[in-house]
């Protein structure tokens, strides 16, 4: 490849990546003004593009190379306007999940609660408990007694799901959580479902 071509390609990617910071700027704006103060974000087939099922073989350095590019500008986005972030996950890696946001996100992830089912929680409260309803609700509590996190309320209103399952999505919004439906084969299209959010 020639250097103007090289010169050309690392342009347009520049270009693409300012693109996606504004409109993860506009959506995280949205989410401010639609009162939401927390996300909880699935793992695989969302925030990654692979389905891991709970069985990666591979290191967590290698499963950073399977981030979506909208999840890398969005959380730290969202993080800096102090809305939370949860992984909520069925699978039960909650070790690679850290070890990915501990590369990918350094300067906040310990910020983000992950929420698997390895069996090192249980939700206390009555809420409901399909879906990722009781892995959301897990980490609200977990959110509101760390003090540092400076969060003080979360509600079903000011929580929004993100997650592939359209079967988690119906749960949640069953049970007056907000939720948007993350089509894998267009993530880019979850910045304009933010957007339409009332």
Not at 171 to 195: C, E, G, H, Q, V
Request: proline share 3%; net charge negative; charged share 25%.
């Amino acid at each position: 490849m020639s250097l103007a071509a090289t010169g050309q390609n690392e342009w347009a990617e520049d270009q693409r990546s300012k693109t996606m910071e504004k409109k993860c700027s506009a959506a995280v704006d949205k989410l401010v003004d639609c009162g939401i103060n927390f996300l909880a974000i699935d793992f695989d087939q969302t925030m990654i593009d692979v389905h891991t099922g709970g069985r990666w073989k591979g290191t967590a350095l290698e499963l950073t190379e399977h981030m979506r590019p909208v999840f890398l500008h969005l959380v730290p986005a969202a993080t800096n306007r102090n809305i939370r972030i949860a992984v909520c996950t069925f699978s039960g890696q909650t070790k690679h999940i850290r070890d990915v946001m501990e590369y990918v996100f350094p300067n906040i992830a310990e910020l983000i609660v992950i929420r698997g089912n390895d069996e090192t929680w249980k939700y206390h409260g009555n809420g409901f408990k399909r879906g990722k309803q009781e892995h959301m609700a897990s980490a609200v509590e977990e959110l509101l007694t760390e003090q540092a996190l400076g969060v003080t309320e979360v509600t079903k209103a000011t929580t929004l799901l993100i997650d592939d399952d359209p079967k988690n999505i119906r749960i949640s919004l069953n049970d007056r959580t907000r939720a948007i439906w993350f089509n894998p084969k267009r993530p880019n299209d979850l910045l304009d479902n933010i957007l339409m959010l009332k």
